[in-house]
DNA sequence: CTAATCGAGTTGTATATACGTGTAAATGTA
DNA sequence: TACATTTACACGTATATACAACTCGATTAG
């Protein structure tokens, strides 16, 4: 099974096959694995490398273990991607709430300073500036304010806005969003934001900038985000 | 300076005084470390143990390893994860901020329905409650009032709650956080916060309710968090 | 019948050792 | 000098072993 010869450590080949054998439902959620003595011997390594093989898998978040009990396939648990980020938006669509968005504006136009800044582009390159109200209940809950660099999607104001998600358009030409940085803060409404999100000047609204990066790196996209404190509630999960 | 007696894993010990070493810049960013050899050697273990410990802090982004060079102290900007969990005050502290702890409160008191359901105990079972402020460069910016089982830490109140980090003192009694839920609001001050955070009613405050699990998933700390809206940003990075 | 104990099995921690592999500086050579 | 080689040292991988701590079912004492 196992190729010592190779010149690939014993236990990438272990988490490997552990890994494909998960994957491939050979090894199904909540089922025990056999014990480390008798995995080790199987695998024909020592114990202590075919724990280091586990362990890599254990961080993935594919097995778990129970001291004096064994190791487990995990659950197919939503706790798998860490980095999971829901916001409200999105549970309420997964609730059946009713969603909408309306485009107020879709536009091309001169970078300014900071937008140029965040997507490393000069500043007055053309960018695309797509601004959403999006509603949820019939009820304005939040404003993005999103600029996409010109040269990349030139064709994206012929897309449909307004149904479909801006990342989703993205990977309909063939690239993905990776990474995604955003910056939170409290805020007051201003008086534009307290117009369109139908309250007072100077309502708590959760202010949001998002950075959203390619795999190569490249800036694909930044948002201004304005959210009613009362509406929108973020949820982020943190592992260590 | 490890205390084999006590109970608690070496390798925890010994990532705990490379993390405080760290923080209280004892080992300063871009440092190299003394060998493995050596520093196995100085706390008395052996090689292997002394791995373990380094690979969490690498693992936490404290650390970086190059084959066949040595061990260094990451940079502190140089991308560290922030979704990885690590308190506020750790990264201010290390970007060379003056912080400061006022505790507003220490005490035992009966769980109010909320706490208990999310500390997962019986509403009206003892919780140990710190009620602390946090100053950053002489000014408040955060009012943190955390709940922890009784139960889990009876000993927590002798602690020196004012200069140590309560995930620090989980630690030292041999627990590690592992997963903290943060859900995110904006809201406005009320009287109480505004006084403590010195600024007018209505003032926007990024409010946080924070619940800290375990490896195995017991919740440990249950925490509401008002921040100053125009002082602190909260920074999150998605990776897909 | 109940509760305490025991024991088998499993993961957790730790050691001592050996050799592989990568890096960078010292050394040797043309 | 310029380049290749050697060498020391560091981390990377792997083994064999031992005992601790935990879980749970079986056994035993009351």
């Known amino acids: 099974m196992l190729n010592k010869s190779e010149g690939i450590p014993l236990y990438i080949q272990i988490r490997r ?3 494909e054998e998960i994957t491939n439902k050979t090894l199904v959620p909540g089922q025990k694995l056999p014990s480390e003595d008798e995995l080790a011997l199987r ?8 724990r280091q093989g586990i362990s890599d898998l254990i961080d993935e978040g594919l097995l778990y273990r129970r ?3 064994g190791t487990f396939v995990a659950l197919p648990h939503l706790d798998r991607d860490h980095t999971r980020l829901t916001s409200y938006l999105e ?3 997964q609730e059946g709430l009713e ?3 309306q485009v107020l504006a879709a536009e091309v136009l001169p970078a300014k300073r900071k937008v140029a800044l965040e997507l490393k582009i ?5 960018v695309i500036r797509v601004k959403t109200l999006r509603f949820i209940a019939g009820e304005p809950v939040t404003l993005h304010d999103a600029y996409i660099p010109y040269k990349l999607f030139p064709q994206l104001l012929q897309e449909d806005l307004k149904n ?3 990342w989703d358009i993205f990977e309909s030409y063939g690239v993905r969003v990776k990474r995604a940085v955003q910056r939170l803060e409290a805020r007051e409404a201003d008086e534009e934001i307290a117009a369109l999100l139908r309250v007072d000047e100077g309502f708590p609204i959760l202010y949001k900038e998002r950075t959203v990066h390619l795999d190569n790196g490249t800036p694909v996209e930044f948002t201004y985000c304005y959210n009613r404190g009362d509406r929108y509630r973020l949820t982020v999960v943190l592992e260590r």
Chains 1, 2 share one sequence.
């Open 67 to 69: 001291h004096g009990v």
């Open 122 to 126: 000069e500043e007055g390159e053309l």
């Open 17 to 19: 096959t552990l890994r």
């Open 43 to 50: 695998f024909g390594v020592s114990r202590m490398t075919l």
């Open 91 to 93: 549970s309420a669509r």
């Open 99 to 101: 969603v909408a968005v």
């Open 164 to 166: 479909k998600h801006l």
